[in-house]
């Protein structure tokens, strides 16, 4: 990775701005979910950087896989961490994370055989769907919607995110569909074989989108969890938020498949 590529710069930004919030206590449940939810995000850059650092061949696949996993963090906070929302409306929310993540732990445990130990889980999906029964936001959606939330399949309803997108809803998912396709047995990013490696979806390609869209993501994510936690963090200096800034833009991103574009006329 080239050393002026932005990432490198909106991870260490984010690496101080986790360093900064952890010195300040975690007073709610939304606050300590989020935290680990950027402390992951970072995580996963930090991790791309190291991967990119050129001192071995790339491995592109693995690069393509944490820019997918830093897009879903993302797409997850922008959602659970969302500003403006009602008590009731955070509370739902909340509750449908929780009520999916015992409800998943449940699931796995018991596929390992080791249901017997799992019983906070058990209570801790009994008291979210108390909470939610409670709830005016859950209880004003209709009743199948709530019966099927009720099963904990999902922790989300994005379709009440009322947020602006980072991109249009194309690109983000052929970017999805493309990163994902590097954790399946033909990746399309494989350096030297597979049907995309001659192609827009190649592994140089393929490189450079997902860098440039952990960039994004990133960054957005980082001038989120400020917006949450300011008080503890503090403020930027004046370049932390200008480059944070600079690479929440998609600018870079769509400049890139532009270019790829004209250099693939006929595909």
């Known amino acids: 990775m080239?050393?002026?590529?932005?990432?490198?710069?909106?991870?260490?930004i984010c690496e101080e701005v986790l360093s900064r919030a952890r010195e300040s206590s975690r007073s709610s449940a939304r606050v300590l979910y989020g935290h680990g939810l950027f402390a992951k995000a970072v995580q996963h850059g930090?991790?791309?950087?190291?991967?990119?650092?050129?001192?071995?061949?790339?491995d592109v696949g693995a690069?393509?896989?944490?820019?997918?996993?830093?897009?879903?963090?993302?797409?997850?906070?922008?959602?659970?961490?969302?500003?403006?929302?009602?008590?009731?409306?955070?509370?739902?929310?909340?509750h449908l994370f929780l009520l999916n993540h015992s409800t998943d732990l449940e699931k796995i445990h018991s596929r390992f055989s080791m249901s017997?130990?799992?019983?906070?889980?058990?209570?801790?999906?009994?008291?979210?769907?108390?909470?939610l029964a409670k709830n005016p936001v859950f209880m004003s959606l209709d009743e199948k919607h709530r019966e099927n939330l009720?099963?904990?399949?999902?922790?989300?309803?994005?379709?009440?995110?009322?947020?602006?997108?980072?991109?249009?809803?194309h690109i983000e998912s052929g970017l999805y569909t493309l990163f994902s396709h590097s954790a399946h047995s033909f990746s399309l990013g494989l350096p030297e074989v597979g049907g995309g490696a001659a192609s827009p979806a190649?592994?140089?390609?393929?490189?450079f989108l997902a860098v440039d869209s952990?960039?994004?993501?990133?960054?957005?994510?980082?001038?989120?969890?400020?917006?949450?936690?300011?008080?503890?963090?503090?403020?930027?200096?004046?370049?932390e938020r200008r480059a944070l800034?600079?690479?929440?833009?998609?600018?870079?991103?769509?400049?890139?498949?532009?270019?790829?574009?004209?250099?693939?006329?006929?595909?």
């Open 2 to 12: 080239s050393q002026v590529h932005p990432l490198r710069r909106v991870v260490e």
């Open 46 to 58: 930090r991790s791309i950087v190291t991967l990119a650092s050129g001192e071995h061949e790339t």
């Open 63 to 94: 690069i393509c896989v944490l820019s997918r996993c830093v897009m879903e963090v993302q797409k997850a906070a922008s959602y659970f961490l969302e500003v403006g929302l009602s008590k009731d409306e955070a509370h739902m929310r909340l």
């Open 116 to 131: 017997k130990s799992d019983f906070w889980h058990r209570m801790g999906r009994e008291w979210s769907l108390d909470e």
């Open 150 to 169: 009720s099963r904990g399949k999902s922790p989300y309803l994005h379709a009440r995110y009322l947020g602006p997108r980072l991109l249009p809803l």
């Open 202 to 207: 190649g592994a140089v390609n393929s490189f």
């Open 214 to 239: 952990a960039s994004l993501h990133l960054a957005s994510f980082g001038l989120l969890y400020w917006r949450m936690r300011h008080r503890a963090i503090k403020q930027f200096l004046p370049h």
């Open 245 to 267: 800034e600079e690479a929440a833009s998609p600018a870079l991103l769509i400049k890139r498949l532009d270019e790829i574009r004209v250099r693939y006329p006929k595909w």
